[in-house]
């Protein structure tokens, strides 16, 4: 069973910086596309980045410029860099990938506030 474990959530001032990583197991890592979503309370799942299997990402309009998605392939671990962080960044962190079904991990909270 693909398991997806989120980690490097917490409390954070605007303006400030944190780094999320999933770390993936029981299938093969490089070869999918992984993903990062979020969501915050009364909305919807929103997608925040995309990292294909060979390197190329895409990111949301409303993150662009501030986060960073990237993979290591050798340690089977996709990451989020955030930096500039603002209040309407606060959601849950999910990170995501399809194999031969949709995987998800628990999600990791991230909270900006002053």
């Known amino acids: 069973q693909v398991q997806l474990v989120e980690s490097g959530g917490g409390l954070v001032q605007p303006g400030g910086s944190l780094r999320l990583s999933c770390a993936a197991s029981?299938?093969?890592?490089?070869?999918?596309?992984m993903d990062w979503y979020r969501q915050a309370p009364g909305k919807a799942r929103e997608l925040v980045a995309t990292?294909?299997?060979?390197?190329?990402?895409k990111y949301a309009d409303s993150v662009k410029g501030r986060f960073t998605i990237s993979r290591d392939n050798a340690k089977n671990t996709a990451y989020l860099q955030m930096n500039s962080l603002k209040p309407e960044d606060t959601a849950v962190y999910f990170c995501?990938?399809?194999?031969?079904?949709?995987?998800w991990g628990q999600g990791t909270q991230v909270t900006v506030s002053s």
């Open positions: 995501h990938t399809v194999t031969w079904q949709h995987y």
């Open positions: 990292i294909t299997s060979n390197g190329n990402t």
């Open positions: 029981r299938f093969s890592f490089s070869r999918y596309a």
